[in-house]
């Protein structure tokens, strides 16, 4: 069974930045797409970024692009969201997700098969 633990998230002020990680437990991370995801209050969860096999190739939402990076660490199994400038607006859970890579809609929560339990990132202004 393939299990995803994030770590990091907090409460930070207006342009602050913050990290989150995840851990994915399977011996075959090099074969995974992994992406964030986040929910707001009463909102749909939303995609966020990915990453695919390779790790050459990186999705963003509109909404974060140029503020927001991820990235893959095959060492150690661990992909990470590195947030800059955050904003009120990027107040909610935010989810990891995993799917072995066969190309795809990869903004699609349904093209991810695990998903960690979230960590809370709370942005005061």
């Known amino acids: 069974q393939v299990q995803l633990v994030e770590s990091g998230g907090g409460l930070v002020q207006a342009g602050d930045s913050l990290r989150v990680s995840c851990t994915v437990s399977?011996?075959?991370?090099?074969?995974?797409?992994l992406a964030w995801f986040r929910q707001a209050p009463g909102k749909e969860r939303d995609f966020v970024a990915s990453v695919d096999w390779s790790g050459w190739n990186r999705y963003y939402a509109d909404s974060v692009k140029g503020r927001f990076t991820i990235s893959r660490d095959n060492r150690d199994n661990t992909v990470i969201l590195q947030m800059n400038n955050l904003t009120p607006e990027d107040t909610a859970v935010y989810y990891c997700?995993?799917?072995?890579?066969?190309?795809?809609?990869?903004?699609?929560?349904?093209?991810?098969?695990?998903w960690g339990q979230g960590t809370q990132v709370t942005v005061s202004s």
């Open positions: 399977t011996h075959t991370f090099k074969t995974y797409h």
């Open positions: 997700a995993a799917t072995v890579d066969k190309g795809g809609t990869f903004y699609d929560r349904k093209f991810y098969e695990y």
